[in-house]
């Protein structure tokens, strides 16, 4: 679904990721700084100095953790989706989320770093994920509100990561945007289906618009001048697009799509200007943002909680798969002989 990646929880969020550290090989460095110049595509074997690949298995690891926590609030509506259509629509869209999961871990173990560890930074608390997914889903039009608000706000995110200079998270990053365009669009489908039904219903679709709206815009990250670390993502290849500006495409794709679907955007400052060629629009509450980042929204410890269980309740599987894989090798290894 989403990818920001943030310093956060050690009070230093807004410091700057060290520019090209110096301690590195020299020569090595002027080979690295001229593929990405380039545009080329780093790879797994090739040199990269310490901090790019400390930045990008924090961003790609926070990535694949957004990724398996985004299951959970949609997950929750499977069993009572409205129709078996709906259900099944919904079941391969929370499938989805999973195996964009497993792509982005198997990308950040490219850069040496263990799935294990991973995963146990995220059910320490430690490792952060997507701030949107700690939030409510109260109810079904909640459903298609993410696919379309949050889904499509991942898109316009990950779109230009389909570049990105490290080449696993760029081509993990072309397939997982196939997966969200139809995960938009059929959150889009859901709700046009909704706002020709009953006024209760189209009432549910608003109220879930007025909740979710704030939080997407959000879903892009702090404004650029309050994100020092994009500079030295956007020398290396890793960011295309600042915040702000994909913020602003999204505003602009999304305000047209909302008059089709007949609801009003909750924002009294919205409207388009001429001069600028944009919408501009009210002011984001970060201070809410940055305190369900740091652990303190609605669910923050229930989703935290929830995946911790999932975990320990696949521990039987996970060395059953073991022993299955040992006993294979075994047997292998005595054909062999
Ligand atoms: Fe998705
Ligand atoms: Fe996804």
């Known amino acids: ?10 009070g230093k969020q807004n410091k700057p990721v060290p520019l090209t550290a110096s301690t590195e090989d020299p020569l090595k460095q002027a080979a690295f700084d001229a593929k990405i110049d380039a545009d080329g595509r780093i790879e797994p074997q090739d040199w990269m100095p310490d901090a790019y ?28 989706a409205p129709s078996l259509k709906r259900k099944a629509i919904l079941i391969a869209k929370v499938q989805d989320e999973g195996g964009h999961g497993l792509y982005l871990y198997s990308a950040a173990e490219t850069l040496g770093v263990s799935r294990d560890k991973l995963l ?23 459903v298609g509100v993410i696919g379309w608000l949050v889904d499509g706000a991942a898109i316009m995110n990950q779109i230009p990561l389909c ?18 365009s139809f995960h938009q669009r059929q959150g889009y489908e859901a709700l046009l289906v909704m706002m020709k039904g009953t006024a209760e219903q189209r009432a549910m679709v608003q109220d ?43 505003i602009d ?23 600028r060629g944009h919408h501009d629009y009210g002011r984001i509450d970060w201070d809410e943002f940055w305190n369900t ?3 303190n929204g609605p669910c923050n410890k229930e989703r935290l909680a929830t995946r911790v269980k999932a975990h320990d309740d696949g521990q ?8 299955y894989a040992r006993k294979q090798q075994a047997r292998a290894t005595q054909e062999a002989a």
């Open 163 to 180: 570049r990105c200079s490290y080449g696993p998270y760029a081509r993990a990053m072309v397939r997982v945007c196939k997966e969200e």
């Open 208 to 250: 879930a618009v007025n909740r979710w709206w704030w939080k997407c815009l959000a879903m892009f990250g702090p404004p650029d001048a309050d994100s020092p670390n994009s500079v030295q993502g956007t020398r290396w290849g890793i960011k295309r697009i600042s915040n702000d500006d994909l913020r602003q495409k999204f």
């Open 253 to 275: 794709a999304t305000v047209p799509q909302a008059q089709v679907l007949g609801v009003s955007l909750p924002d009294p400052d919205l409207k388009w200007n001429a001069q």
């Open 293 to 295: 980042v740091n652990g």
């Open 53 to 80: 690949r400390k930045t990008l298995v924090r961003q790609i690891s926070q990535h694949a953790h957004s990724e398996i926590v985004g299951m959970l609030p949609e997950g929750n509506w499977i069993s009572r």
């Open 1 to 10: 679904m989403y990818t920001q990646s943030f310093t956060v929880g050690d």
């Open 316 to 323: 039987w599987v996970r060395e059953a798969a073991l022993a």
């Open 120 to 142: 146990g930074d995220l059910h320490s608390g430690r490792a952060k994920y997507s701030s949107i997914f700690n939030y409510p889903t109260l109810n079904w039009a909640d």
